[in-house]
């Protein structure tokens, strides 16, 4: 990936919004092989990362005052940031069909979760779908995690179980920040139905929303091999697994975590408590409330660490480290 950044840097020119052909080629081809978009048509579009699209899509898409976007319960915070930068409603909503009669215009869902690592199963994923089609809203899914399934596999709203033979009206968005560990090059990709990819390209030609040519170069070699993924999946695992026994001895609940880059972890007090007491001993997390509401409880403990400062996390909570 730094090779293909580098041999890209002779780049003078403008890049292509869309994407160059190379890209938008890999791009298509990893959704037809993870995500089973095996059809015809797919719409496909390179970003600058996952997060600037999911703070600008309800504004790419034109809602604005008098829209409802359905943000997920438990989510990461840029989904309402997103909804308020459009100057639309963002509703957190377990049940779709409790929202009455409002105007939704977007349903975000996140599976696997940040911070929860749950994962939602095809069928429920295809009841928003078919819910979001009946009223001409758009389901966008971020994906992000979906390469990082632990103890379930993680489905794709791209996947025939959950659109049926149909692209309308759903996205999916996805980042090699996770996958790839490629945060810092800044390259994520959105794949679905091709009418709204082309709007969001419309739109975002203007804006001058374009991943730099050498950029999309390193994503065209990092979509092409699997090989890293596998072993960047390995050290996850191992850091999981270590990570996992410590806090449990420690006397934390793990709650759903079968997906991604983190535990979801509680002690049935307050996530400030938490977090203070573990800050005592040298370790860092998130406080659930950070997420929303629900997650007032629990803590997010990330395997992002290097394996030394993983280890010692472990080492502390367990009590034989200082």
Request: glycine letters at 12%; hydrophobic letters at 45%.
């Amino acid at each position: 990936m730094r090779d293909a950044l580098a041999a890209g840097s002779n780049a003078p020119g403008y890049p292509l919004t869309a994407g160059n052909p190379r890209l938008r080629a890999a791009i298509a081809d990893w959704f037809a092989a993870t995500c089973g978009a095996d059809l015809p048509g797919l719409g496909v579009l390179p970003t600058i990362g996952s997060k600037e699209l999911v703070a600008w899509l309800p504004t790419l898409l034109g809602i604005g005052p008098g829209d409802t976007v359905v943000i997920p319960e438990v989510g990461y915070p840029t989904y309402e940031v997103g909804v308020t930068l459009a100057g639309a409603r963002a509703v957190r909503s377990v049940s779709l069909t409790a929202l009455g009669p409002q105007r939704v215009r977007l349903v975000w869902v996140n599976s696997p979760s940040n911070p929860t690592g749950r994962v939602l199963p095809a069928a429920h994923l295809r009841k928003v779908v078919d819910w979001a089609r009946e009223r001409g809203a758009i389901v966008a899914s971020d994906e992000c995690y979906l390469p990082l399934g632990w103890e379930t596999e993680p489905v794709s709203v791209l996947s025939p179980q959950v659109r049926g033979g149909s692209y309308a009206g759903v996205l999916a968005v996805h980042s090699l920040s996770k996958r790839s560990n490629l945060a810092g090059y800044r390259g994520g990709f959105l794949g679905g139905d091709p009418a709204i990819v082309s709007e969001v390209l419309a739109v975002r030609k203007h804006a001058g929303m374009i991943v730099p040519e050498p950029v999309q170069d390193a994503m065209t070699a990092a979509l092409g091999d699997e090989r890293h993924v596998t072993e960047q999946r390995a050290r996850y695992a191992a850091r999981r697994t270590r990570l996992h026994a410590a806090l449990t001895a420690a006397g934390f609940q793990i709650s759903h975590s079968e997906a991604g880059l983190y535990l979801w972890a509680t002690r049935d007090e307050d996530c400030w408590a938490t977090v203070g007491r573990l800050a005592e001993r040298g370790i860092l997390v998130a406080p659930g409330a950070f997420y929303g509401p629900a997650g007032a409880k629990h803590v997010r403990v990330a395997l992002t660490a290097s394996d030394e400062r993983i280890d010692a996390a472990v080492a502390r909570l367990t009590g034989s480290g200082s």
